[in-house]
């Protein structure tokens, strides 16, 4: 009940304290420079100048302090020792190009890159064209997106009942080992077998963006001009062309949007792998990684190394969603 | 699918079809969850909630009364009992571990010396003896029941009241509420400044933020989590509130000047010449205006800081009362595997109101992903 007052309290000060901001600080600068008298028009150009960064200040210090602050200070920590008293130069990165766990992680990363964003732009496209004029589509529509509602976590116990695995001839409990030993085979501990054990987790990752990229893409799909798709399907064309030959060209901007995003939250991957193997059994990834050594290992320069890895890999997207970001706004 | 006429029916046939599968595998992982959470332990242990629906078939077996629990009746000696669980309808039953099915309910079994044992179809049995039976210890009979479906709720009692789980659910809901509400306040105030304000290098200040949206929070953890330390905050929920109005910001504040931009430039241009302050027309006009937007993302940021694990591991802690859902979920995973009834009890709890928020606001969800689907967690 004290929790419950504290969070109370916490929303009306906080939205308060916000209020109070806003509205004291344009009342002080319209104090300081009035619209009237006989300086009003300066005073009014002079007040206009100020008032953006009012508005804005509360939002630059929180953008400063919690993600530009931090990408600076994790560049400086990384070049540190384990508790940050002796400065070690590229150490820690030499360190990590030898580390047979890095590598792992790395081509990990890689191989969630390749596939998921692949498949989940591939099962989306599928959805939105297969559920777009059907009678129950929408409904149909809300299903496949619902997992997006869902925490990773809640998403690995899901999926812990479809690999669960129980030893050859006793009832299975684990969908999947169920249907393989329904039709004639072994049963297997998916999450161990080596190589292949990734792609389990992968599965999970793909089950939840799959709505994503559904949505997204069933709009651009509706979007596309009627009179292309009637011209082709005029001159004979069938729907399997109409579709990856009118469609699929002309929403390709939107695919490269869905899968860049897909991309980036399969880079940051972190929970499914944390709650499912931990990264065990040769599954460990990046973000995974990083939490060992930084909250398990305590070494913060070897953990800021990883982020810091991180953090390039996922620049060059970030230029690209600046660059069109800029495009569209001129 | 307009294709030729004849055509028509088999292709909307297929294309209903597949749809519908694609639909089923992706619902039957959550359904699985659903089914399993009205299940008692030894249900989910024994078979799979795909089964549930359907009498299961169990074999086992129990002991018989022993000597001293013999009546006389006539000339024989007599024990009776129950062989069967409550509930339960007997299929076949047998007297060695060999062929523990070797008798239908009502037959009677002969046991040597005159001795004979009969399972009737309501599971009572029956041991007759012409001499006084002598044994300490009961004799197995071996039965093969069938139980009807079952579902209980007994897990959702259990869990709420005596796992944590209620804690959880209020610490969740201590942190998701303000991480979603402070935000917005904020974010709407530097978007509309972006959006309508003119100002050098605001061009600037766009695309850094649109920059700062792929930002991983991995980097963020360490010096975010020092930084609390050296200034007093520590772990606690001052901090994993301003952790995330931080970590949500750029997402905010990208969406609402989207809209923003879009609202229509005659509306605020006239009120400018009415002599509105832009505090006036901030409130009285883009706020109003903007709510479809400010839905969409206090949509997502709810959905995000309720889902989150990581934050929540970093910025709170992990003891017992600290505990968020998504780490409770987390260590029963790992320290109780076995417990499946308390495993999917809690998850499904964790994710209804999600689901609720999920399926209620949809729409919201939905125009906010098509404005501006560059986030990435």
Same mark, same amino acid.
């Given at each position: 009940?004290?929790?419950?007052?504290?969070?109370?309290?916490?929303?009306?000060?906080?939205?308060? !304290?916000?209020?109070?901001?806003?509205?004291?600080?344009?009342?002080?600068? @319209?104090?300081?420079?009035?619209?009237? !008298?006989?300086?009003?028009?300066?005073?009014?150009?002079?007040?206009?100048?100020?008032?953006?960064?009012?508005?804005?200040?509360?939002?630059?210090?929180?953008?400063?302090?919690?993600?530009?602050?931090?990408?600076?200070?994790?560049?400086?920590?990384?070049?540190?020792?384990?508790?940050?008293?002796?400065?070690?130069?590229?150490?820690?990165?030499?360190?990590?190009? !030898? @580390?047979?766990?890095?590598?792992?992680?790395?081509?990990n990363?890689?191989l969630w890159?390749l596939v998921v964003p692949a498949l989940s732009?591939l099962f989306g496209?599928l959805a939105?064209?297969?559920? @777009?004029?059907?009678?129950?589509?929408?409904?149909g529509?809300?299903l496949i997106f619902m997992p997006m509602?869902i925490s990773f976590v809640g998403a690995g116990v899901i999926w812990k009942f479809i690999y669960e695995y129980r030893a050859s001839g006793e009832p299975q409990i684990g969908l999947l080992n169920w249907i393989v030993t329904q039709l004639g085979g072994e049963p297997q501990i998916w999450l161990t077998i080596p190589g292949w054990n990734s792609f389990f987790l992968m599965i999970v990752l793909i089950w939840i963006q799959t709505g994503?990229?559904?949505?997204?893409?069933?709009?651009?799909?509706?979007?596309?001009?009627?009179?292309?798709?009637?011209?082709?399907?005029?001159?004979?064309?069938?729907?399997?062309? %109409?579709?990856?030959?009118?469609?699929?060209?002309?929403?390709?901007?939107?695919?490269? %949007?869905?899968?860049?995003?897909?991309?980036?939250?399969v880079?940051?991957v972190?929970d499914i792998v944390f709650v499912m193997t931990n990264g065990q059994w040769g599954t460990q990834v990046?973000?995974n990684?990083?939490?060992?050594?930084?909250?398990?290992?305590?070494?913060?320069?070897?953990?800021?190394?990883?982020?810091?890895?991180?953090?390039?890999?996922?620049?060059?997207?970030?230029?690209?969603?600046?660059?069109?970001?800029?495009?569209?706004?001129? | 699918?307009?294709?030729?006429?004849?055509?028509?029916?088999?292709?909307?046939?297929?294309?209903?079809i597949a749809a519908f599968l694609l639909v089923l595998l992706w619902t039957i992982p959550t359904l699985g969850l659903f089914v399993s959470s009205f299940r008692d332990r030894d249900q989910i242990a024994q078979s799979g909630w795909w089964q549930s629906f359907s009498?299961s078939e169990q074999?086992? #077996?129990?002991?018989?009364?022993?000597?001293? =629990?013999?009546?006389? =009746?006539?000339?024989?000696?007599?024990?009776?009992?129950?062989?069967?669980?409550?509930?339960?309808?007997?299929?076949?039953?047998?007297?060695?571990?060999?062929?523990?099915?070797?008798?239908?309910?009502?037959?009677?079994?002969?046991?040597? =010396?005159?001795?004979?044992?009969?399972?009737?179809?309501?599971?009572?049995?029956? $041991?007759?003896?012409?001499?006084?039976?002598?044994?300490?210890? +009961?004799?197995?009979? #071996?039965?093969?029941?069938?139980?009807?479906p079952?579902f209980?709720?007994?897990n959702?009692?259990?869990?709420?009241?005596?796992?944590?789980?209620?804690?959880?659910?209020?610490?969740?809901?201590?942190?998701?509420?303000?991480?979603?509400?402070?935000?917005?306040?904020?974010?709407?105030?530097? *978007?509309?400044?972006?959006?309508? $304000?003119? #100002?050098?290098?605001?061009?600037?200040?766009?695309?850094?933020?649109?920059?700062? &949206?792929?930002?991983?929070?991995?980097?963020?953890?360490?010096?975010?989590? /020092?930084?609390?330390?050296?200034?007093?905050?520590?772990? +606690?929920?001052? +901090?994993?509130?301003?952790?995330?109005?931080?970590?949500?910001?750029?997402?905010?504040?990208?969406?609402?000047?989207?809209?923003?931009?879009?609202?229509? /430039?005659?509306?605020?241009?006239?009120? /400018?010449? =009415?002599?509105?302050?832009?505090?006036?027309?901030?409130? /009285?006009?883009?706020?109003? &205006?903007?709510?479809? *937007?400010?839905?969409?993302?206090?949509?997502?940021?709810?959905?995000?800081?309720?889902?989150?694990?990581?934050?929540?591991?970093?910025?709170?802690?992990?003891?017992?009362?600290?505990?968020?859902?998504?780490?409770?979920l987390r260590?029963l995973m790992g320290?109780r595997g076995g417990e499946w009834e308390i495993l999917a009890t809690s998850a499904f709890?964790s994710i209804?109101?999600?689901?609720?928020?999920?399926?209620?606001?949809?729409?919201?969800?939905?125009?906010?992903?098509?404005? +501006?689907?560059?986030?990435?967690?």
């Amino acid at each position: 009940m004290e929790l419950f007052w504290l969070a109370i309290s916490t929303i009306v000060i906080g939205v308060f !304290g916000c209020v109070a901001w806003f509205w004291g600080s344009n009342w002080v600068l @319209d104090r300081i420079y009035p619209a009237r !008298g006989p300086q009003a028009g300066d005073n009014i150009r002079k007040a206009n100048q100020i008032r953006p960064w009012l508005f804005l200040g509360p939002a630059i210090l929180f953008l400063t302090m919690y993600l530009v602050y931090p990408v600076i200070d994790s560049f400086w920590r990384s070049l540190h020792n384990a508790n940050g008293s002796r400065f070690v130069g590229a150490a820690n990165y030499t360190w990590l190009a !030898g @580390d047979a766990k890095f590598r792992e992680s790395m081509v990990n990363n890689m191989l969630w890159l390749l596939v998921v964003p692949a498949l989940s732009t591939l099962f989306g496209l599928l959805a939105a064209q297969l559920t @777009d004029r059907l009678k129950w589509g929408n409904i149909g529509k809300s299903l496949i997106f619902m997992p997006m509602a869902i925490s990773f976590v809640g998403a690995g116990v899901i999926w812990k009942f479809i690999y669960e695995y129980r030893a050859s001839g006793e009832p299975q409990i684990g969908l999947l080992n169920w249907i393989v030993t329904q039709l004639g085979g072994e049963p297997q501990i998916w999450l161990t077998i080596p190589g292949w054990n990734s792609f389990f987790l992968m599965i999970v990752l793909i089950w939840i963006q799959t709505g994503f990229a559904m949505v997204i893409l069933s709009a651009a799909l509706r979007g596309i001009p009627e009179e292309t798709i009637e011209a082709a399907i005029l001159d004979g064309a069938s729907p399997l062309q %109409v579709f990856f030959r009118i469609k699929v060209p002309q929403i390709m901007g939107t695919i490269a %949007v869905v899968w860049t995003t897909i991309t980036i939250v399969v880079l940051k991957v972190f929970d499914i792998v944390f709650v499912m193997t931990n990264g065990q059994w040769g599954t460990q990834v990046l973000a995974n990684y990083m939490y060992d050594w930084s909250f398990r290992a305590n070494d913060a320069g070897r953990g800021s190394a990883i982020a810091i890895v991180l953090m390039l890999l996922v620049t060059p997207i970030m230029v690209w969603n600046i660059y069109n970001a800029r495009k569209e706004v001129r | 699918m307009e294709g030729m006429a004849g055509q028509k029916s088999s292709l909307t046939w297929a294309v209903n079809i597949a749809a519908f599968l694609l639909v089923l595998l992706w619902t039957i992982p959550t359904l699985g969850l659903f089914v399993s959470s009205f299940r008692d332990r030894d249900q989910i242990a024994q078979s799979g909630w795909w089964q549930s629906f359907s009498a299961s078939e169990q074999t086992g #077996f129990v002991r018989s009364g022993t000597a001293a =629990d013999q009546v006389q =009746d006539g000339p024989l000696y007599v024990i009776e009992g129950q062989a069967t669980p409550e509930g339960q309808r007997l299929i076949a039953w047998g007297t060695s571990p060999r062929n523990p099915a070797q008798y239908r309910p009502g037959e009677t079994a002969d046991l040597g =010396d005159g001795a004979t044992l009969s399972v009737a179809e309501d599971g009572s049995y029956r $041991m007759t003896s012409p001499q006084p039976f002598e044994m300490t210890r +009961g004799d197995r009979i #071996f039965v093969t029941t069938s139980a009807p479906p079952s579902f209980t709720t007994q897990n959702y009692r259990r869990v709420l009241t005596a796992e944590g789980l209620g804690r959880a659910f209020m610490n969740t809901m201590t942190v998701t509420i303000p991480a979603t509400v402070i935000p917005i306040l904020i974010a709407a105030f530097a *978007a509309y400044a972006l959006a309508w $304000m003119q #100002f050098p290098g605001r061009a600037l200040l766009t695309a850094a933020v649109v920059g700062l &949206l792929v930002v991983p929070l991995q980097v963020a953890l360490i010096p975010l989590l /020092r930084l609390h330390n050296e200034i007093g905050l520590g772990k +606690g929920y001052l +901090g994993i509130w301003l952790a995330h109005t931080g970590f949500g910001l750029p997402l905010a504040i990208y969406l609402l000047r989207n809209y923003m931009v879009g609202l229509p /430039r005659e509306v605020i241009e006239s009120a /400018r010449v =009415d002599g509105a302050t832009e505090f006036q027309i901030f409130r /009285r006009i883009i706020l109003p &205006l903007s709510f479809p *937007a400010l839905a969409s993302f206090a949509i997502f940021q709810f959905l995000w800081v309720w889902n989150d694990l990581l934050v929540a591991t970093v910025f709170l802690g992990n003891t017992r009362e600290q505990l968020v859902m998504t780490g409770l979920l987390r260590e029963l995973m790992g320290s109780r595997g076995g417990e499946w009834e308390i495993l999917a009890t809690s998850a499904f709890i964790s994710i209804a109101v999600p689901l609720l928020v999920f399926f209620a606001m949809q729409k919201y969800l939905v125009r906010g992903l098509l404005a +501006g689907s560059v986030k990435g967690g």
